[in-house]
């Protein structure tokens, strides 16, 4: 089946520092890769999203590039701000059904 | 547009009480999907209505049902309620046309406890 698993949190960092969180996936198709954020007592909320291998989703200032070699999509961020404390999920939807499977999320915490 | 919205925001129930969500989608979209966030599961995968029929569901049981009416609003039902039910409950709506990376727009959540 699928599965998504993503580096444990939680992350605390100082503003202005880079932010990387690993996620790397299993999928018997050919899957599309999403990051959601989810802020306190809200919803989740696409950050990005990439359909097929080489392509980089971008949002906000995070990036994220589809590996197919190393079925990784790590999330990345050149510099935080304080404002993008939340938790971040990573997420994958099969191409023969719609339904996401998640990652356990990341607590990222950023300091002034 | 407006967002996905989804009421109530939260609800507190008793044990074998049996409790409605609703979601309304995006204008437009016409699948709809739920999704059971807890600490110690994470967020799983109830089930997906597109034109008023279950076309994918979980692991969960009977207990857990869900119905989509012919303007794409949709409910879910818990009945027999039990205390490992208490969780933020949240829906997510789509286009559905069939496309890769086909986007799911989340609502607030409903959050439910369960005394």
């Known amino acids: 089946g699928n599965s998504v698993t993503q580096m444990e949190g939680p992350v605390t960092l100082s503003e202005e520092a880079f932010l990387t969180i690993n996620c790397t996936y299993t999928?018997?198709?050919?899957?599309?890769l999403f990051w959601y954020v989810q802020y306190p007592g809200e919803g989740l909320q696409l950050l990005l999203k990439?359909?097929?291998?080489?392509d980089k989703g971008s949002n906000k200032g995070f990036e994220a590039t589809y590996r197919k070699e190393t079925t990784s999509f790590h999330l990345e961020k050149g510099s935080v701000q304080v404002s993008d404390s939340a938790v971040y999920f990573c997420?994958?939807?099969?191409?023969?059904?719609?339904?996401?499977?998640f990652g356990a999320g990341t607590t990222v915490t950023v300091r002034a | 547009k407006a967002g996905v919205t989804q009421t109530p925001r939260y609800l507190i129930k008793t044990r074998g009480q049996q409790v409605t969500l609703s979601c309304s989608p995006i204008s437009g979209h016409r699948s709809v999907s739920w999704y059971q966030q807890t600490p110690g599961q994470g967020l799983q995968f109830l089930f997906e209505y597109f034109s008023e029929t279950q076309r994918n569901k979980g692991n969960f049981p009977g207990r857990f049902s869900g119905r989509q009416f012919s303007n794409s609003r949709s409910e879910m039902n818990v009945s027999t309620l039990e205390l490992g039910d208490s969780a933020l409950y949240l829906c997510?709506?789509?286009?559905?046309?069939?496309?890769?990376?086909?986007?799911?727009?989340f609502g607030p959540g409903t959050r439910l406890t369960v005394l």
């Open positions: 997420a994958l939807s099969d191409s023969n059904d719609y339904k996401l499977s």
């Open positions: 997510a709506s789509s286009l559905a046309l069939g496309n890769r990376g086909d986007t799911q727009y």
């Open positions: 999928a018997t198709g050919y899957p599309s």
């Open positions: 990439a359909t097929k291998a080489d």
